[in-house]
Every structure is written in C-alpha cells, then in structure tokens.
C-alpha cells in the first residue's frame, strides 16, 4: 500500500524469550487509575481476557475485547498503515507473556480475532457481552465466586417442580461441549492444520546415554586414560573421574534448567484454560470454593494431558505452538517409567479415536473426580460427576455408539491410566520443588503444581526436623 512502513519481526535468543519479556507501556498496572476505572466501567466484575494475547482487557475495542496494548497496537498498526514481516513463517504464538515478539502474527491474531479496520477509522463497535477470567491462581477463589451461573427465570420452578433427566443431560451435554470448544486450543480443527516444528530442545547423548554430548565425551576419555595400566597416573585418573562425574552433573541440570522452562511456558497458558472450563460446568460454582481449587490444581495435568494427546504422536508429546518433547526429554526430567507411561496414554487416546464432542465429556469427568485428597463437600461432587456422566452417555446414544456401556467402560479405564499418571506427575515435580531458585517458571505454573516461589513458600524437612 502506498506510505506504508515496513517492519521486519526481530527474533531474540532463548534467554530473551523466556525470560526478559517486555510489557506494552499502554497496558495500565494494577491499581492504577486507568485500572480501576476499567473495572468501574464493568460493573465491579473481573475483567474479561485479551482475545489477542490473554492479557487482562481494559474494554471493547475495535470489536473485540482487548487490553490496551493490544487496541494500541491495531491502532497504531491501521492508522501508519505498516506492514510486517514474520522470520519464522508466520506461526508465531501470541500470548501476554511474548506479544512484543512479532509483530507480523499479533497483526494477524488481531484480524483473526475480528478486529475491525473500519473501526479504527470511523469509530466504535457496540459492546458485547464479557466473561471474566483469572489472573493467577492467587485471586482464583475471589474470581470463581464472582461468576456464579445464572438464576432460573422467575416463575420456572414453580411451573416445571422436576426437570426431565434427559433434558436436564442435554442441558448439560450442549454446555460441556461448548465450554470445551472455545477454551481449549488443542482443537481437532488446529491438528488438521498442525504443522510440527522441531523439538524444545536437542538433547546429545554419550555412549553410555546421559546428556551433554562431547563434553561429556572428552570428559569420559580422561576418565578412561587414568584408568588404565599406568599406575603412576592413577592420581591423576581419580580426578578425571571427578572431574567426569562434575561436568556431566552440571550438563544434566543445565539441560533440565532449561528443559522446565522451555515446558513451563507453553503448558501455562492452558491453565487459564482449563479454568475457564471447570467455571463453565453446571453445578461446579456451589461447590465450596476450596474444593473447586482442589479440583483445578489436581486435575489440571490430566486434562491438558488429555487434550495434548489429541495434536501429539505416538513418540513425542506436541504442545499447541507445534514444538514436541521427546521420549528421551520425558526420561530427562522425569523417569523412564513415567516417560514411557505418557506415551503409553497418548498411544491409548489415539485409538479410542474419540470425537470432539467426546473429548469434551471425558475431560469434564476428569475435572471433577471426586477421589481427590482434601475435599470437604465430596458427596456434592459425586452429584456433579454423575450428572456429567449422564451427559457423556447422552452424547454417545446420540452420536450412534453401539455399545454405549461398553464405550463407557473404555473411557473409566483410560480415566484410571491418567489418573495414576496424574499423581506420579506430583511427585516427580519435587525436582522443581528442590531448585525453585535456580528455575525461572511462570508463577501460574508455580502456583498450579505447588512449586515455590519464594522462602516462605519452600519448605524444607530437614531443616524444620533440626529446628524443633
């Protein structure tokens, strides 16, 4: 176009990705004045997220609900009439974290979304309606409070005193699925357009397996020269052997340093997600607020492990930016049981080959187990997984299952699998837990899986024994 500005996206190395993200200045601080009247103007309710980058939006702009980086950003970007380029072929995930990154695919998500031209030309879209969404698990309670479902209409219980059960579980059923749909970004539509880009991170490996590649190697070919027939030079090969053991020690935490942070950052997002999902399940918001955390925090790994093993291969889990974690990488930072037991589910969810519409009942019964440890109302949510349940075998009779019980029986066994899976996975973040210091993680993906975030949070056995 003419008087256009042509802008080439920048690409920074990783250290500048994961860890030095700059905020758009337009976005207003919390407990700012232009804040604090964004939420005035909502009426008092948490504000709705950014539908380009996450982030908190301060309103309806351009006909979306965007923050102010965002509006700014599309403003700036219409009005200059500038035109940017993508170095990495236009696929680029755009969340709040990294939306500065390029600025090629924010223009492009805020078109996606449905933000106007015209409207940064001649004005002002009517407002639609918001949803709220949390920012951290730390106001979650507050925010899970603030959207309860809505009231019947006036006058309904007295006409119909017993609701039809099979309404009642197709209520329910077009609810899930839609709930599940819009807040879930390892869609069946995004793995028909997946295209799979390489691994977080490429892990070399020595002849006896352990990362660090030709450090490790050189390193073992010293070890080997003091080992042999020279005794003279045992000396010095007892200190190649440490001297072995010290690098291949500092390669495997500096891998899984940055193998934590690499999965970190793009499993966070979706707890945001998954929030808004479990918020929009009929009947969870009478749930006491602390078993709803309960049901969020330890349910969380099983449905977005559910929903990754949709988009993932038999080899390698795929997150939604197309980037993959091997079966070498499980084994990094976890264990060769547990590795082998993640694609073992994934191998199980492929053939089940279940629908969309299914993935959506399977996840929600996921979501509210009531064999979760701590909760003070579990006959409330064994109410709920039954209704759920319901639900599910109402989708599949209306799907044309054959064997609707057996289906059914199908989906309670990989249930169990990724439960187990689910609580193998606490236990293994102790790792985490132990080098929270020297681990630079997202504070929702701290929060999620009880990870420190500081001293007061770390709480270290052997310390509290020799202090009392």
């Not at 934590?260 to 929030?275: E, F, G």
């Not at 390698?316 to 993959?324: E, K, L, R, W």
């Not at 993640?342 to 191998?347: A, G, Q």
Request: proline share 5%.
């Amino acid at each position: 176009m003419s008087c256009s500005m042509l802008v080439e996206a920048t690409s920074s190395n990783i250290e500048d990705d994961l860890y030095t993200f700059k905020e758009d200045p337009e976005s207003p601080a919390v407990g700012s004045p232009e804040a604090q009247a964004d939420s005035a103007g909502a009426g008092g309710k948490a504000a709705a997220p950014c539908k380009v980058c996450g982030d908190k939006a301060s309103g309806y702009h351009y006909g979306v609900t965007s923050c102010e980086g965002c509006k700014g950003f599309f403003r700036r970007s219409i009005q200059k009439q500038i035109e940017y380029r993508c170095l990495r072929d236009g696929k680029c995930l755009v969340i709040r974290l990294n939306r500065n990154r390029c600025q090629f695919c924010r223009f492009k998500k805020c078109l996606a979304v449905g933000m106007s031209r015209d409207s940064v030309r001649y004005g002002r879209v009517p407002k639609r309606r918001e949803v709220s969404s949390p920012e951290s698990m730390a106001d979650l309670a507050k925010n899970l409070a603030s959207n309860p479902e809505p009231p019947p209409a006036a006058g309904a219980a007295a006409e119909e005193p017993e609701v039809d059960a099979l309404e009642a579980s197709k209520d329910l059923a077009k609810m899930v699925i839609l709930a599940h749909r819009n807040l879930n970004s390892y869609s069946e539509d995004f793995r028909r357009s997946l295209q799979l880009q390489t691994f977080i991170l490429k892990v070399e490996e020595d002849r006896e397996g352990q990362p660090g590649g030709s450090n490790d190697g050189q390193a073992a070919g010293g070890s080997n020269e003091g080992n042999g027939a020279n005794g003279a030079n045992g000396a010095n090969g007892g200190n190649g052997v440490n001297a072995a053991a010290a690098i291949a020690a500092a390669n495997r935490f500096e891998t899984l340093t940055v193998l934590w942070c690499n999965v970190a950052y793009r499993m966070t997002p979706a707890v945001q997600q998954v929030v808004e999902f479990a918020k929009r399940l009929p009947g969870f918001h009478i749930l006491p607020q602390d078993d709803q955390l309960i049901l969020i925090k330890l349910g969380f790994f099983e449905v977005w492990l559910t929903r990754a093993t949709r988009i993932s291969t038999p080899s390698a889990i795929v997150f939604d930016d197309g980037t993959s974690l091997s079966h070498r990488q499980l084994e990094l930072m976890y264990d060769t049981p547990f590795a082998s037991g993640i694609l073992s589910y994934v191998r199980a969810v492929i053939r089940m080959d279940m629908t969309e519409d299914e993935a959506a009942m399977y996840t929600a019964s996921l979501l509210v187990s009531p064999d979760r440890c701590g909760l003070s109302e579990r006959d409330r949510v064994e109410t709920l997984v039954r209704n759920v349940n319901d639900a599910f075998i109402y989708v599949l009779s209306e799907n044309g299952t054959p064997d609707v019980a057996t289906r059914m029986e199908a989906f309670n066994s990989l249930a169990q699998e990724v439960r187990m899976l689910g609580d193998r996975h606490h236990d293994l973040l102790s790792w985490c837990r132990v080098n929270w210091r020297r681990l630079d993680l997202p504070a929702l993906f701290s929060e999620i899986f009880d990870i420190p975030k500081n001293d007061e949070d770390f709480f270290d056995p052997e310390r509290a024994s020799t202090s009392v």
